[in-house]
């Protein structure tokens, strides 16, 4: 059975540049959410889609932004990149989301380095 | 809002020695506590959920018991090895839906 794979593995944008990440989940499960890591902050949840719909927010400005397809893949975009935006982005999924009783499984992440 | 928190932030303790590590929560409305492991540059591997309902959830060396009245979770390994060096953390799905991670504790295993 398949993991959660995420694309590219490893990414180098200028400042001001845009990125998209991508996120293909278990098959079955129709929730996926979206982690950014640093050393200082740890892991800080961006948002989290259910059935193409984004359910969930957390708290970072509008240049984050995701969405999700119709086979339950998720994209995520930065616009206007800026150097504090370099981590390790995460994205996990579920198989169904709100409220139920089971747990997350992540991806090996997209390591952004914003130069 | 919710706050998790891990203590200590690292340990370092000698090959074959039983640890515990700590997580506390401030709200006790949470629907699931998991267990994660991470190893440098890499993604997070689950080791264990425990539901709201359940006390405990064991696997192998592992196991996790969760206080909801108290807002606490312990990870109890058993007869540690190097190869359980690693960053833990633990995690709670809130009230709200959102998974609320704690800045984990760096475990090194002296062999």
């Known amino acids: 059975k398949a993991g959660v794979t995420q694309t590219p593995r490893y990414l180098i944008k200028t400042r001001g540049q845009q990125v998209t990440l991508s996120c293909s989940p278990i098959?079955?499960?129709?929730?996926v959410s979206w982690y950014q890591q640093t050393p200082g902050q740890g892991l800080q949840f961006l948002f989290e889609?259910?059935?193409?719909?984004?359910?969930n927010k957390g708290n970072f400005p509008g240049r984050f932004s995701g969405r999700q397809f119709s086979n339950s893949r998720s994209e995520m975009n930065v616009s206007t990149l800026e150097l504090g935006d370099s981590a390790l982005y995460l994205c996990?999924?579920?198989?169904?989301?709100?409220?139920?009783?089971?747990?997350?499984?992540f991806g090996s992440g997209t390591r952004l380095t914003v130069v | 809002k919710q706050e998790v928190t891990q203590i200590p932030a690292a340990l370092s303790v000698p090959e074959g020695e039983n640890l515990v590590l700590n997580c506390s929560f401030t709200?006790?409305?949470?629907?699931?506590l998991q267990w994660f492991r991470q190893d440098p540059g890499k993604g997070l591997t689950s080791l264990l959920l425990?539901?709201?309902?359940?006390r405990e959830q064991t696997s192998g060396r592992l196991n996790a018991s969760l206080d909801k009245s108290s807002g606490r979770s312990t990870l109890y390994i058993a007869a540690s090895q190097p190869g359980d060096s690693a960053t833990y953390l633990c995690?709670?799905?809130?009230?709200?839906?959102?998974?609320?991670f704690g800045k984990g504790t760096r475990l090194h295993i002296l062999p």
């Open positions: 098959s079955g499960h129709r929730s």
């Open positions: 889609y259910f059935s193409e719909t984004q359910r």
């Open positions: 709200d006790s409305a949470i629907y699931n």
């Open positions: 996990a999924s579920s198989r169904l989301g709100l409220g139920d009783d089971y747990g997350y499984t």
């Open positions: 995690a709670v799905r809130d009230r709200d839906d959102k998974i609320i």
């Open positions: 425990i539901q709201s309902s359940q």
